[in-house]
C-alpha cells in the first residue's frame, strides 16, 4: 500500500498536513517556485501545552522553506527555498521561490575583464551564497565589466552574450548548471549528471492527451555575428544541408568562432528537434525533475518509444492525492535535418 506523506519545513515550523502544495521547475528560467495553503488556523505544543494560533502570524519573508514529499517513508526534496509572501486568504497561501532569491539579493564585486571564464565569472556571480555551479561548457568572455550589476542579472547578461544559446537553471535547489543541451542530444549525449527514469503510457504515466509529437519540419538556419578584440566582424553560420538562408544574430563578449559555431547549432537544434511538446502525467514516483531522461515506452503506439529530455516538472500534491506533469522536449539522438521545410527566422 502506497501512503501519501510529506515533511514541510518554513522557519522553525515543521508539519506534515497541508491543503494544497504546488512546485514548478524548468530548464527555462532559473526561478524555481512553490505554493503552499495551509489551514489559517492551527495548533502548537508550546511549553508543554497545546494552543491556537493564527498560522499567518507564524511566517516572514525571507524563511527558509524545505519540501519532501512521496508514499510511506520514501520522501524526496521538492523543493528548497525561501517565503516571498503569503495571501491572508482561506486557507493561507504562502508563496515561495527558489535561490534565484539569493541570486538576485547578492551584490558581488566585479571589475572589468580582458578575459574570463564563464565559470569563474559564475563563481564571482554566486560568491558568498549557498549556490555552486556547475559549467558544463566552459569558455572565454572578453572585455565584459559587469559593475554593480547583482548576480542575477550577470547571469542574464551571460545568457544574452550567448544570443540566448546557453541554459542556465538550478538542476538542483542550490546547484546552477549552464551549458549546451541540443547539441549534445542531437549527438546521442545526455549533458547533465542525473538520472533516467521509465515511465510507461497507461501504467505508471496516467494522462498524454498533451503530448504532441514535434519533428523538425521548420527547419531555421542561423548566423550569428560577432566582433573580435582586433575590430574584424566574423559571421559564423549554423549546420545544415538543407536551408540556405539565414538572419543574423548579435553575440558579445565571445571571440572564439569554435564557441560561437556550437551557439549557432544550438540555437538552431533547439527550433529544430525531434521529440516531444507538451506533457505527460504520473505519480510523484518515479521521481525526476528537469534535466532527466525520460525512457517512454507505449505499447499502443511503438513509435513513441524512446529517450526524451524533460524540460519541466510540476508537482500538485494535497488532500485529493499527487501528481506529477512533466514536460518533454528533444529525443536523445535526433536528426535537425529531418524532412525540413524551409524557413528563415528573423531575430
Not at 255 to 262: A, F, I, L, M, S
Amino acid at each position: 500500500m502506497f501512503i501519501l506523506k510529506s515533511k514541510i519545513t518554513i522557519g522553525k515550523f515543521q508539519f506534515s498536513g497541508v491543503n494544497e502544495v504546488t512546485i514548478s521547475r524548468s530548464m527555462l528560467n532559473l526561478s524555481d517556485t512553490a505554493t503552499i495553503k495551509i489551514p489559517r488556523e492551527g495548533k502548537i505544543l508550546k511549553d508543554g501545552k497545546i494552543i491556537r494560533i493564527e498560522t499567518g502570524n507564524l511566517f516572514n519573508d525571507g524563511d527558509r522553506v524545505a519540501i519532501e514529499l512521496g508514499y510511506n517513508d520514501e520522501l524526496h526534496t521538492e523543493f528548497d527555498g525561501f517565503v516571498i509572501n503569503q495571501s491572508l486568504s482561506t486557507p493561507l497561501e504562502i508563496s515561495c521561490e527558489g535561490y534565484i532569491r539569493q541570486l538576485r539579493q547578492n551584490k558581488p564585486e566585479t571589475k572589468f575583464e580582458k578575459e574570463i571564464k564563464v565559470s569563474k565569472q559564475l563563481a564571482l556571480a554566486t560568491g558568498g551564497t549557498d549556490i555552486t555551479v556547475n559549467v558544463a561548457d566552459d569558455f572565454n568572455l572578453i572585455n565584459t565589466n559587469f559593475g554593480t550589476l547583482t548576480g542575477g542579472k550577470i547571469c542574464e547578461q551571460i545568457s544574452k552574450a550567448s544570443a540566448g544559446s546557453l541554459s542556465m537553471f538550478f538542476i538542483e535547489p542550490k546547484k546552477l548548471w549552464c551549458g549546451f543541451v541540443y547539441v549534445p542530444y542531437s549527438l546521442g549525449t545526455n549533458p547533465f549528471p542525473i538520472n533516467e527514469v521509465a515511465f510507461k503510457i497507461g501504467y505508471n504515466c496516467i494522462k498524454d492527451n498533451k503530448l504532441k509529437i514535434k519533428t523538425p519540419s521548420d527547419i531555421v538556419k542561423y548566423s550569428l555575428e560577432f566582433t573580435t578584440v582586433s575590430g574584424t566582424k566574423k559571421i559564423v553560420e549554423s549546420d545544415s544541408t538543407k536551408v540556405k538562408t539565414a538572419e543574423s544574430v548579435q553575440v558579445s563578449f565571445i571571440e572564439d568562432t569554435g564557441v560561437v559555431k556550437k551557439m549557432a547549432n544550438e540555437k538552431q537544434y533547439s527550433k529544430n528537434y525531434s521529440g516531444y511538446e507538451g506533457t505527460i502525467t504520473g505519480f510523484l514516483q518515479p521521481f525526476c525533475q528537469p534535466g532527466y531522461i525520460a525512457s517512454i515506452s507505449d505499447r499502443s503506439y511503438k513509435e513513441r518509444d524512446g529517450k526524451y529530455l524533460i524540460v519541466s516538472t510540476r508537482v500538485t500534491f494535497g488532500m485529493r492525492g499527487a501528481t506529477r506533469e512533466i514536460g518533454l522536449g528533444p529525443l536523445l539522438g535526433f536528426n535537425p535535418d529531418a524532412d525540413p521545410v524551409k524557413k528563415t527566422v528573423i531575430i
